[in-house]
């Protein structure tokens, strides 16, 4: 483990990392990106393009995080979970990698899966269990806790966490009429959202 020296960007001018933070080896940043202040990087990493790391993140071994990614402060993405793409992680929201963990008997490096899907956001302390898919564009609530696979678009809510909606790609919420005051549309089918596109 190495600490890396104060640098506004790195040599190619690609991304920036705070003084405090540590990146380990082996770990690969996309151009862009910044990592503030105390941050921890583990070994087999790999980070995309444009992403932002507030104060206090822990980016555990050989988790893949996509391009354009926002993760607020005091947040740790254990080995196990995948991010992808415009993903944002509000302050203190939580991941688990072991559903039944116990101190005297571990897994050694036998993790539950957790995906969250492009453009979903998770909500300021929020907890993910995992082995869960949060999907396309949905967002949880502040303090939420998902417990099952999350639709696309869904809105949800509360302890274990309930759909009570849907979002637009843009963030708001949809009335019935399934209209975006954005411009995008979308239609329900077999309980799901699906974005209406206009061919021409
Ligand atoms: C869920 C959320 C999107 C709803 O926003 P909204 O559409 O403006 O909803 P309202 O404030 O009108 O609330 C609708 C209902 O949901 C409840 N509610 C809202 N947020 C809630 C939450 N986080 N947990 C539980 N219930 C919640 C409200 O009490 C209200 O209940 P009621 O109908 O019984 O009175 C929003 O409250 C939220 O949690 N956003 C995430 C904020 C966040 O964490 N940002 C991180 C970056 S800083
Ligand atoms: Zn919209």
Redesign the pocket.
């Known amino acids: 483990m190495k600490k890396l020296e104060y640098m506004k960007c790195d040599q190619s001018d690609k991304y920036y990392i705070h003084e405090s933070s540590y990146v380990d080896d082996n770990v690969s940043i996309g151009e862009g990106t910044k990592i503030w202040h105390f941050c921890h990087i583990q070994s087999g990493a790999v980070i995309g393009e444009k992403c932002s790391f507030g104060q206090n993140v822990n980016v555990g071994n050989n988790v893949k995080i996509g391009n354009g990614v926002r993760v ?1 402060n005091n947040v740790s993405i254990y080995e196990g979970v995948e991010i992808e793409d415009n993903v ?1 992680c ?2 203190s929201c939580v991941f688990t990698n072991v559903t039944t963990p116990r101190a005297h008997f571990p897994v050694h490096g036998v993790y539950a899966k957790t995906k969250i899907c492009e453009g979903a ?1 998770l ?4 907890t993910v269990v995992c082995g869960h898919t949060v999907g396309k564009s949905a ?6 806790v998902v417990t099952k696979d999350v639709k696309p678009y869904a ?1 949800m ?2 302890v274990p966490a309930k759909q ?2 849907w ?1 637009c790609e843009c963030g708001q ?1 949809l009335d019935a009429t399934l209209q975006c005051s954005c411009g995008r549309k979308y239609k329900e089918i077999n309980g799901q959202l699906e974005e209406e596109r206009n061919v021409e």
Do not use: K, M, T, W
């Open positions: 607020q944002f509000g302050p956001s909500g300021a302390n929020c967002l949880i609530a502040a303090g939420a809105l809510v509360g009570i909606g979002v919420r």
